[in-house]
């Protein structure tokens, strides 16, 4: 231990103790695993969390079973559980590659699909629209067509007083043509 004195500050600064260069490694024997170790049993909680949330979220649609037993979750031999964790950190890269492209080809789909709907939401907009100009047309012609036989039924109804004083003075002319 070694001491720096100085009207500002006082330190220690202590100093391990140097190993005898004799003294040899300690060398541990490595049990047998007789279970899956912390570490991968996560990955296995995770998997039966993640399907139990599945399996809420999709109902009766779901067979919690088969995917459990996918997933390895309560397999007798743990070193069939160790297989399987193992498998998926040793292809995690690929893992995430695969969900990146998978994300990015949705996204282009989604953009795909939005865009198609919306020239089908355009193309019912213009239908539409020359459907209203058609009936309004239409509207138009029909109300033209009753204006017309309006003015002629009133036309006949004026003109009729008169004629119906001359068509019988022309009847009586005819008749008079005629003896």
């Known amino acids: ?15 391990a103790p140097k190993k005898a260069a004799g003294a040899e490694p300690k060398v541990e024997e490595k049990k047998a695993q007789t279970s899956l170790g912390m570490k991968h049993g996560k990955f296995i909680d995770y998997g039966y969390y993640m399907l139990r949330h599945i399996k809420e979220q999709l109902g009766e649609d779901f067979d919690l079973n088969a995917a459990l037993d996918a ?30 492209d998978y994300k990015q080809a949705r996204k282009v789909a989604d953009k795909k699909a939005a865009k198609e709907a919306e020239k ?16 309004a047309a239409k509207a138009e012609r029909e109300a033209k067509k009753a204006q017309e036989k309006a003015a002629k039924e ?13 068509k019988p003075k022309k009847k009586a002319t005819k008749k ?3 003896e």
């Open 120 to 135: 089908e939401a355009k193309k019912a907009a213009r239908d539409a629209e020359k459907q209203a100009k058609k009936e």
């Open 176 to 178: 008079k043509a005629e």
């Open 154 to 166: 009133a036309e006949k109804a004026a003109g009729g007083a008169s004629e119906s004083a001359e």
């Open 1 to 15: 231990m070694t001491t720096t004195n100085s009207p500002e500050k006082k330190t220690v600064k202590k100093t």
């Open 71 to 100: 997933a390895h979750t309560y397999d007798e031999n743990w070193e069939g559980q160790h297989e399987f964790v193992d498998q998926f950190m040793n292809t995690h890269k690929d893992v995430r590659k695969s969900k990146r």
